[in-house]
């Protein structure tokens, strides 16, 4: 296998705990990152983000760091074909019997759209079965 197939699969939408242990210095995932062909942010991120920025006692430096992330990264809204992912996704777990928060669905359906791999720790994603979904520890 040649270095350039070994790329296709080098795609990612970052989870919002993804996010975070980059923000707090994770050296492994920065690494990651720097590997990476290409990095998205999904918008429900940048609202977790923002949420937990204005929450905390350090406001203005997480907004800071947020800015510098949505400056720097490409940024990937709702729109009509992620609403109808979005539809088939909860439909599929409310089937099967197993929601996940409805955040993570918005998230997995512009991972599954867009054809990016999902980097997340929460393992509640596995249960959706259309995405792929990958663990930087």
């Excluded at 905390?56 to 074909?81: E, G, H, Q």
């Excluded at 979005?86 to 599929?92: E, L, Q």
């Amino acid at each position: 296998m040649n270095k350039s197939t070994k790329m296709t699969g080098n795609k990612f939408l970052l989870d919002t705990n993804i996010i975070t242990a980059w923000l707090k210095g994770e050296t492994s995932v920065a690494d990651k990152i720097d590997k990476a062909k290409e990095i998205h942010i999904p918008i429900i991120a940048v609202g977790e983000l923002y949420y937990g920025a204005m929450y905390s006692s350090r406001v203005d430096k997480n907004i800071a760091d947020i800015n510098k992330i949505t400056s720097n990264y490409n940024i990937l809204v709702v729109d009509d074909a992620v609403s109808l992912v979005y539809g088939k996704i909860k439909a599929a777990l409310k089937k099967k019997g197993k929601p996940i928060p409805e955040n993570d669905i918005w998230i997995a359906a512009i991972a599954e759209n867009h054809g990016l791999i999902l980097v997340s720790r929460d393992k509640h994603f596995k249960e959706v079965e259309t995405i792929k979904l990958k663990d930087w520890k």
